[in-house]
């Protein structure tokens, strides 16, 4: 199985991604834009090869370095970063390449832009805040006689809080529209909640083999606005009610073999057209990790290793695959649910690397190196191409 990568050394716990795919004999490229020799040995050790590019923005590098591995190790089975950042190159290359294991261009619109996941929210049956395509002063001014200030502006494809905005008041909008803005915008009711996220692994079928839950008490607009700290815990048991809309949401996205970050409101007051005091209203979905430190953070408060758990999903989808192909049964089941089968310490497979307490103890010796050298030096990769 070859597996490419995208950026394994950033953000800086990414090779755990990787190590873990190594531990289940996975053929591990990676492509990134730092030299090899300033990448983590623990991600050198994971790595058959890797591949610099001066640019991960670039589609021609990014085009030749994947057609680099497809020349030298065969067919590729999956191309991922786990960054929201890459996840449009992510899907050009899988289009491109024919590779069927993530989202190919026609999922990323769903995920991407914010208008869209309305659509996908409103067929999970999660309400969602009114919204206006902002265009003209007298077009939003009629939206806000609607439904009042303040209201939050925002790039209808943006990350987070990103170039987000508050508006409270008339002059505040003028201003706004003053300044010129080189991106569409969202402009959106203002929802009185604390953001809550419905975080996991989804399996082939849109279903969760693995889920947990973050509570964001400050928005982060306000962290970002007032330049202040930010502080979030990852919840021990998810509630029925946000399990409810989270299965729903994912299978309405059609999220599959993906890492998720679904993120809601929690009302704390009642929301005429939207909800009553502790119902849940959709705010947006990231299709990968939640940022930082969070899957470790995950790890600890669940006594898991959802590096671990993503990798199994990962082998395993991709085990179905060559299986359907080749007309034979001998692929293994992924669980059903790592919730039930991957608590504390017990294990949840026949061997023993899928210990879920793994990354806390570290009490698995890691495989030896791949015989492939990953000592290639990019200069000659790029080389390569250029000559």
């Not at 996220?197 to 964001?216: I, K, M, Q, W």
């Not at 495989?367 to 250029?386: N, T």
């Amino acid at each position: 199985m070859n597996f490419i990568f995208v950026s394994p050394h950033f953000p800086n716990t990414y090779w755990n991604f990787c190590d873990r795919l190594h531990r289940n004999g996975v053929n591990v490229l990676g492509i990134g834009d730092a030299p090899f020799d300033e990448i983590p040995g623990e991600l050198k050790h994971c790595l058959t090869e890797y591949y610099r590019v001066d640019n991960l923005g670039s589609y021609e590098e990014m085009l030749r370095a994947v057609a680099y591995f497809t020349f030298h190790y065969g067919k590729i089975d999956w191309i991922e970063s786990n960054n929201e950042y890459w996840l449009e190159m992510d899907a050009q290359l899988r289009t491109d390449f024919n590779i069927n294991t993530g989202a190919k261009n026609d999922f990323i619109e769903r995920i991407k832009y914010k208008s869209r996941m309305k659509e996908s929210y409103r067929a999970a049956g999660v309400p969602v805040a009114r919204h206006h395509m902002v265009s003209t002063l007298a077009a939003a001014r009629a939206f806000i006689k609607e439904v009042g200030y303040p209201v939050i502006v925002k790039p209808d494809n943006g990350c987070g809080a990103e170039a987000t905005y508050k508006l409270k008041n008339f002059s505040e909008l003028k201003k706004f529209y003053a300044e010129p803005h080189a991106v569409q915008y969202i402009m959106e009711e203002y929802i009185n909640g604390t953001i809550v996220s419905f975080d996991g692994v989804a399996d082939s079928h849109c279903v969760p083999l693995f889920y947990t839950s973050n509570v964001f008490p400050t928005p982060m607009l306000d962290i970002v606005s007032k330049n202040g700290d930010l502080s979030y815990w990852t919840q021990k048991a998810v509630p029925a009610a946000l399990k409810d809309v989270g299965f729903r949401t994912i299978k309405a996205f059609g999220a599959k073999s993906r890492f998720f970050h679904c993120e809601f409101f929690q009302l704390n007051e009642d929301k005429p057209g939207l909800g009553k005091k502790g119902d849940y209203v959709a705010l947006e979905v990231n299709m990968r990790p939640a940022g930082g430190y969070t899957p470790d953070m995950i790890n600890y408060a669940n006594s898991v290793d959802c590096y671990q758990i993503w990798a199994d999903m990962a082998t395993s989808v991709s085990a179905s695959i060559r299986s359907s192909a080749t007309a034979t049964s001998t692929s293994t089941p992924t669980p059903r649910s790592w919730r039930d089968t991957a608590a504390g310490s017990r294990c949840a497979g026949a061997s023993h690397r899928h210990c879920a307490w793994i990354w806390a103890t570290r009490c698995i010796q890691r495989s030896s190196a791949p015989q492939r050298s990953v000592m290639r030096s990019s200069a000659m990769c790029r080389s390569r191409h250029k000559h």
